[in-house]
């Protein structure tokens, strides 16, 4: 499982975590913006609440992640959680939903100063097709078309910045202490989200196989 303030690259890593151990990369974000797309009454409210840069309710986000895990490709060889749980009531929930049996291995703090956070998600676009994420600094090859899908590249809604401010003050606010909730179960590493992505990539690698060889 991966923590980390908004613009900590959670998602870019996970996706990479993901192929490199060939395990499933179960992201929250990508499911609610799918509910969010489906035009839904559960996809019509969970946009009101990411539009508004909020954190979306937990019974909501606790059932569709047991929903998520009761897939079978969870089952052989793991998964990556990607922004779940945000909250220590979230964490004994996903707890409950595992059991004994697959209980949680590991959880990785991404840790990246809010400044850096506030920079990198002003300057983020995403695909609306795929979910492939560009930068200001670093935009597709060809007139903000995907280079993997050929989707349309734009600024998602909730990276305006008087979402962002909130997302990050709800964060300090309800999700920090879950870094608390774990470090104090032995289950939390910090990693450190500055520099390129390589870096950060190798140091979550070793972070990982470390807790591996230990088990």
């Known amino acids: 499982m991966i923590l980390g303030k908004q613009g900590a690259g959670k ?23 799918a509910a969010a797309r489906s035009q839904t009454e559960f996809g019509r409210k969970a946009k009101e609440f990411m539009d508004a840069g909020e954190l979306v309710p937990d019974e909501v986000m606790i059932g569709l992640v047991r929903e998520r895990l009761d897939y079978e490709d969870t089952s052989a060889r793991g998964f990556i959680l990607d922004g779940f749980p945000r909250t220590d009531g979230q964490a004994e929930a996903l707890a409950g939903i595992l059991g004994e049996d697959r209980a ?33 600094a670093q935009p597709p090859h060809l007139n903000w078309t995907c280079d993997f899908c050929g989707g349309e590249v734009v600024q998602r809604e909730d990276d305006q910045p008087e979402a962002i401010k909130r997302r990050l003050d709800l964060y300090e606010e309800q999700t920090a202490p879950l870094i608390a909730w774990y470090l104090e179960r032995d289950h939390l590493v910090t990693v450190d989200g500055m520099g390129h992505p390589d870096d950060v990539f190798r140091r979550l690698v070793r972070a990982i196989d470390g807790r591996r060889l230990h088990r």
């Open 104 to 136: 949680l291995d590991l959880a990785i703090d991404i840790e990246l100063p809010t400044e850096a956070a506030l920079e990198r998600l002003a300057s983020r676009r995403v695909c609306n097709v795929c979910g492939a994420i560009y930068s200001t």
């Open 11 to 33: 998602g870019t890593q996970c996706a990479r975590l993901a192929r490199h151990y060939v395990v499933p990369h179960i992201s929250t974000g990508d499911m609610l913006r």
